[in-house]
C-alpha cells in the first residue's frame, strides 16, 4: 500500500479492464517517472473523449455527432444490417471491406455469470429498428465465444419469426476468442461465406 494519491492511482488503474494489480502499479510508477507533458495529454484526451464521443442514437456505433457516420452515409446499403457486440466490431469489420450495410451495437453479450441478460443489451432498440420492414437481411456477428454464441441463438429465436433472412458468419473464425482478434482476410471471407442461422 502506498501513500495518498499514488495509491488512488493505482486504485482506478486497477479498475480498467485487463489490468491486474501489479500492471496498474507498473503504470503508476510509468505515469509518475514520466514528462509532464505527457502525462497531461493522457489527461486531456480522457477528459475530452468523454466530453466530446457519444453514441450514435440509431446504431449505437461511438459518433462524435447525433449520427455516426455510417448512418449518415447515403451509400451504405439500408436493407442489410449487422448486429455486433462492440464498437470496436464495428472497426474489425470495416476494415475488412466486405461490408456495405449499417450496423447495431448491442454493448455487449449474454453472459448471466456477469449479469448480463437480454434486457442489459440493446435488443428492444434493434427490434424498434427492424419494424418498419427496411431491413431484410441480419447478420449476427457476434464473437465466436460462449457469450456470443448464446446472444446469437437468442437473437435468432426473436428474428426469425419476423419474416428476416438471419445469417451468420461462416466458421473459420478463431474459436473463443474476439471478432477484433481474427484478422482482415478470415473475417472477410466469414462474412462473404455467410450462412443461414439455424434455431
Ligand atoms: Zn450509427
Redesign the pocket.
Known sequence: MYEGVVQDLIDELGRLPGVGPKSAQRIAFHLLQADPTDVRRLADVLVEVKAKVKF?S????V?EDE??R??RDPRRDPSVLCVVEEYKDVVAIERTREFRG??HVLGGAISPIDGIGPDQLRIRELMQRLADGTIVETILATDPNLEGEATATYLTRMLKPLGLRVTRLASGLPVGGDLEYADEVTLGRAFAGRRSADD
Do not use: G
Request: hydrophobic content about 25%; some cysteine.
Open positions: 450514435c440509431i446504431c449505437f456505433n459518433s449520427q455516426c455510417i448512418c449499417r450496423y
